[in-house]
């Protein structure tokens, strides 16, 4: 069975870098036909796609984002990490990992549980 | 950038059948998956390329995406039903994935 968790501070202040980790248990990083993704949900809101990370290093990012996020992998560890930097308080949400099968459109068939990020001073 | 559109809310009687729609501009030429959330989990796939129901989806549970708009449809809808529904499809222009702002089925 695939699982991820997500990791990190659950309270940033404002300007400074959100970082999280997904480490994911019962399948390699590096499988073919998956790739990787951050999905966040404001409370009461819809879900909003960050962006993607291929085993091999591969990245695209929501264009609304602006190029504040920033996502790499660890192959040796199997997790892949999410950067935000500039945080306003625009940016507390409910973020989530998740496993995307390359398809077009990808379907997102694994979900971490979500982490509650906060940025306040 | 592409956008898709969905009612805030859909209300339906137990036993009934649900309809939710997701709007976008000729969006029957992409395809369509749709998402489940209720409160406090993530979400999970029930229909996947416009029609494809993931395993464990009971067959219930229904798509279909034409011209400017895709549906999902419940039928004999349970009050386990009760979600948060989202539709999702793949921006291949600017090459990232959009949801649309999510609609809560009430189960009345």
């Known amino acids: 069975q695939v699982q991820l968790q997500e990791s990190g501070p659950g309270l940033v202040k404002p300007s400074q870098t959100l970082s999280l980790t997904c480490t994911v248990s019962g399948d390699s990083i590096s499988s073919d036909n998956y790739y990787w993704s951050w999905i966040r949900q404001p409370a009461g809101k819809g879900l909003e796609w960050i962006g993607r990370i291929y085993a091999t290093g591969g990245t695209s990012y929501n264009p609304s984002l602006k190029s504040r996020a920033s996502i790499s992998v660890d192959t040796s560890k199997n997790q892949f990490s999410l950067r935000l930097n500039s945080v306003t308080a625009a940016d507390t949400a409910v973020y989530f990992c998740?496993?995307?099968?390359?398809?077009?459109?990808?379907?997102?068939?694994?979900w971490g549980q979500g982490t509650m990020v906060t940025v306040s001073s | 950038s592409y956008v898709v559109t969905q009612p805030m809310s859909v209300s339906v009687a137990p036993g009934k059948t649900a309809r939710i729609p997701c709007g976008g501009d000729n969006i029957g030429s992409k395809s369509v998956n749709w998402y489940q959330q209720k409160p406090g989990q993530a979400p999970v796939a029930v229909i996947s390329?416009?029609?494809d129901r993931p395993s464990g989806i009971p067959e219930r549970f229904s798509g279909s995406n034409s011209g400017n708009t895709a549906t999902l449809t419940i039928g004999r809808v349970e009050a386990g039903d009760e979600a948060d529904y989202y539709c999702q499809v793949w921006d291949s222009s600017r090459d990232h994935s959009i949801f649309g702002g999510g609609t809560q089925l009430t189960v009345l």
């Open positions: 998740a496993r995307a099968e390359d398809i077009n459109p990808p379907l997102f068939d694994y």
């Open positions: 390329y416009d029609s």
